[in-house]
């Protein structure tokens, strides 16, 4: 805005006018900003709470559209975990922990190092081995699951751990790798610098300069490739077995008493088991996860 | 993850930047790099080494099945046989939608054989890809450009988009499953009696509002990440010199934020492409909504090695997308991922 004095009134009141209808310009902009945020809202949480809703509400009231829970029940949740109809939720669970923890232990443990080469070292073919790491990430999961699947009958493995955790690794590694370099390229590496100044071997600046400096992005690259080893649908689909299947085919495959009857509520309950520790931890680690995801695209 | 300790000058965030760290050059450099080369060596093998057990070997052992025939009983003779050679017969018979018929040879693959809907799971796989692409493309750039404003409870907004994005993908089929299911809230809302995963076209777009609904955020991040790069003073300056806000948006914003969305755009559309979960579970790719993944997984019951030979085809058509998007689209992702523009968070 001018705020240039001018000696002639007229000028002065052209000039009041011209501000009052910016001003007002600015009040319907921040008008249409918070109807857009709103209607942002109701779309990407709409559906989400449905879920919930749904999730406590008695069988016969399935169908049920009230906005608010009427006909509250916990009983679903308990259906979710029944295992007189085939179904395994609570064993699903259990796995999907195990293999999420597995996979990303070994990710991390791998991983780290890559992310701190590539993110600290120069060296000759830097970015092909980038190049390589991002293409694998991108890897279509199909390719690889049919030579998997005759490998893993031929051995005996179908249906057991290794065979859902080592699949998961390709598709973990890459994400790790990648989102670890984009946040290492962030840290204060002058303090590396600092302690080899003052003596250290770079393996001992690594050590106990950057590892606790590292602490935070570490832990964040550990939530995100939970998350996706949490998810993992397509691989477990055809190589668990109903002992090991984790919840993602434990819910895709939900049975219900009667064959022809869909169990929506106990679906939906089995959903918001598996989804709301999650969201949770999404929300929590909302700062840290964003820059996570975004890191490799735009840095 | 503080910048500020960081002496190295920022740089113009939207010119991306060079590599981080260079040590002065001068005496000791080739050296410096030779002994940091090594280094590097043993940090990569790991990785590199379980890559190419996990990615690399299973991708070279399926290149060699798809040249091998399947074995299975001869419809002709009733008789076990073993597989053998095929050359690129495996290949031939998905492009040319081509059975095996009895007694030897090949012919076209009767509707509703897997081998019959190879050129149709291939449209239906693009036609996914482009308009889900596309959707999210907008929706993401529109929400971007909300969560970009200052307002009060803008990190409740940004907070939110992450829901979608942090539920499983089984479980937001099964959820849109749910609210599409004949008497669900989809129908009542709208006041339609539609079968949603039970016809043609309304099938089709029931996957495609699930995926927009769960993907969008995730290119609403990128975008808006991409968005915060841009420095105010740019916008400042142009409004001083008296652009309109379309003249903004056009020339400054999409040119700047561009190097970010077609990152976003290249990504999204390598997972579209190999989109699996949602149609799965939400139509079992009934009425036209078989991927080609949905194929390769309904084949490998019936053949290893000819469903090694469509997923290598899946494969190959993803890669040349890939290469599409980087040679002639101007998507640089390992550009884009090397630079370390320091942005404002």
């Not at chain 1, 390719?143 to 005759?150: D, E, V, Y």
């Not at chain 1, 590892?211 to 995100?224: D, R, S, V």
Request: net charge positive; aromatic share 12%.
């Amino acid at each position: 805005m001018t705020t240039a004095t001018a000696d002639a009134s007229a000028l002065r009141a052209r000039q009041d006018k011209g501000r009052r209808a910016a001003q007002n310009r600015e009040k319907w902009a921040q008008g249409r900003t918070y109807l857009s945020a709103a209607i942002i809202l109701l779309w990407c949480l709409a559906p989400a709470y449905w879920m919930v809703v749904t999730a406590f509400r008695e069988v016969g009231f399935t169908y049920d559209t009230s906005i608010l829970p009427t006909h509250v029940t916990l009983d679903n949740f308990n259906t979710a975990f029944d295992t007189s109809f085939g179904n395994r939720f609570g064993q699903a669970l259990l796995n999907s922990v195990f293999i999420g923890v597995v996979v990303t232990a070994i990710s991390l443990l791998i991983g780290v190092f890559a992310a701190y080469a590539l993110a600290r070292l120069n060296f000759r073919g830097k970015y092909l081995v980038l190049g390589f790491i991002l293409g694998a990430s991108m890897f279509p999961g199909v390719a690889l699951i049919t030579p998997l699947f005759q490998l893993f009958t031929n051995i005996g493995w179908m249906g057991t751990y290794q065979a859902l955790i080592i699949p998961n690794i390709s598709f973990v590694l890459p994400l790790t790798v990648y989102t670890m370099t984009s946040f290492f390229r962030e840290m204060p590496w002058e303090l590396e610098e600092s302690a080899r100044v003052d003596g250290c071997t770079q393996g001992q600046a690594f050590r106990k300069v950057i590892m606790p400096l590292a602490a935070p992005a570490i832990f964040t690259t550990a939530i995100l490739a939970f998350i996706s080893s949490w998810n993992e649908f397509l691989i477990a689909s055809q190589l668990s077995s109903d002992a090991t299947q984790p919840v993602t085919v434990a819910i895709a495959n939900f049975a219900g008493a009667q064959p022809n009857q869909i169990p929506y509520t106990a679906i939906m309950a089995a959903g918001t088991i598996v989804t709301i520790p999650l969201v949770i931890l999404v929300l929590v680690f909302q700062r840290k996860i964003v820059a996570g995801l975004t890191a490799g695209a735009v840095k | 993850m503080s910048t500020e300790l960081n002496p190295t000058p920022v740089k113009s965030p939207a010119s991306g930047g060079s590599p981080v760290h260079h040590p002065p050059k001068g005496v000791g450099e080739d050296n410096r790099i030779a002994t940091q080369g090594r280094w590097a060596a043993w940090l990569l093998a790991p990785t590199v080494i379980a890559l190419g057990i996990v990615i690399v070997y299973p991708i070279i052992s399926a290149i060699v099945m798809s040249f091998q025939k399947d074995a299975g009983l001869d419809p002709a003779t009733g008789l076990f046989t073993q597989g053998g050679s095929a050359g690129i017969q495996n290949y031939v018979n998905w492009l040319a939608q081509q059975c095996s018929a009895p007694g030897g040879g090949t012919v076209a693959c009767p509707p509703g054989t897997l081998g019959g809907q190879f050129w149709s799971a291939t449209a239906t796989t693009f036609f996914f890809t482009v308009v889900t692409v596309a959707l999210e493309t907008v929706l993401g750039f529109w929400m971007a450009m909300i969560m970009a404003r200052t307002f009060r409870g803008r990190s409740l907004v940004r907070a939110a988009v992450l829901v979608p994005w942090a539920i499983p993908t089984a479980v937001t089929a099964k959820l849109w499953f749910f609210i599409f299911a004949f008497e669900g809230i989809a129908n009542k809302l709208f006041n339609t009696t539609i079968l949603w995963t039970g016809s043609q076209w309304p099938a089709k777009w029931a996957v495609i509002i699930a995926d927009v609904w769960k993907t969008t955020p995730f290119m609403a991040l990128l975008i808006l990440a991409g968005l915060q790069m841009i420095p105010a003073e740019v916008y400042e300056a142009a409004k001083v010199d008296g652009a309109t806000a379309w003249q903004r948006f056009r020339l400054i914003t999409l040119p700047l934020v561009k190097p970010a969305l077609m990152v976003a755009v290249l990504f999204r559309t390598l997972d579209a492409l190999r989109m699996f979960d949602l149609p799965y579970i939400l139509t079992g790719g009934a009425n036209n909504t078989t991927t080609l993944s949905i194929l390769v997984i309904n084949q490998i019951r019936q053949g290893f090695n000819s469903a090694a030979a469509l997923s290598t085809i899946t494969f190959i058509i993803i890669f040349l997308v890939a290469f599409i998007f980087v040679r002639f689209l101007g998507a640089n992702v390992v550009e884009q991922s090397g630079a370390t523009g320091k942005g404002k968070k």
